[in-house]
């Protein structure tokens, strides 16, 4: 038993001799850890800070980004007009008989038909005279002679109606589609907006 006594003892005076040789400032692994006063967290008001910094950029960010989207719906829009030209003329030459690139401006689509002598075209099978919409933030207006037209017919011989289709304001369009009459050649022209 006096070795058992001596044994705690040793053991003992071991636990209080290591926690001296200890590097100040490491605790010993059998003391409990001192309470920190640092939160491990975010505080509540940090997050509010970071939400309204979030909802000003949100906020400032949304109108660009509408511009940005009405911006890329006129582009599109005139690339697959100008596309769908090109396509009228295609199909009059190959298949020698006139077709009509259609727009009606009450239902805001096009379409491609084949052209009688009574100006009254029907629609073509298949997916070119299948209707194609347009977008309602987009302003497009089809013009001959400084007059409203709403259709521009291509011939066999290559020919076609002169047409400009005007896409954007009408007043300041950012894109201009150009049919030319010899020709029937398509041409996209982007306009510059006036400064502000």
Not at 7 to 19: E, F, L, V
Not at 44 to 72: H, S, Y
């Amino acid at each position: 038993m006096g070795s058992l006594a001596m044994m705690t003892s040793r053991t003992g005076t071991d636990q209080a001799s290591s926690s001296k040789l200890q590097a100040p400032g490491t605790r010993n692994r059998l003391q409990p850890a001192a309470c920190s006063l640092q939160p491990d967290g975010f505080t509540f008001i940090e997050l509010i800070f970071v939400t309204l910094a979030l909802g000003l950029l949100v906020l400032t960010a949304t109108p660009r980004i509408r511009q940005a989207w009405v911006r890329l719906q006129i582009e599109r829009t005139a690339f697959f007009l100008a596309q769908m030209l090109r396509t009228a003329r295609t199909l009059a030459i190959t298949n020698s008989q006139p077709i009509a690139w259609v727009w009606e401006p009450a239902d805001r689509r096009v379409w491609l038909g084949t052209q009688h002598d009574d100006d009254s075209p029907d629609p073509l099978s298949g997916r070119f005279g299948r209707p194609h919409p347009i977008p309602e933030q987009v302003r497009l207006s089809v013009m001959r002679d400084e007059e409203a037209v709403a259709q521009v017919n291509f011939f066999p011989n290559g020919t076609s109606q002169p047409t400009t289709v005007l896409i954007g304001d009408p007043l300041v369009p950012r894109y201009q589609i150009a049919v030319d009459e010899t020709t029937g050649q398509v041409v996209v022209k982007q306009t510059s907006l006036p400064a502000r």
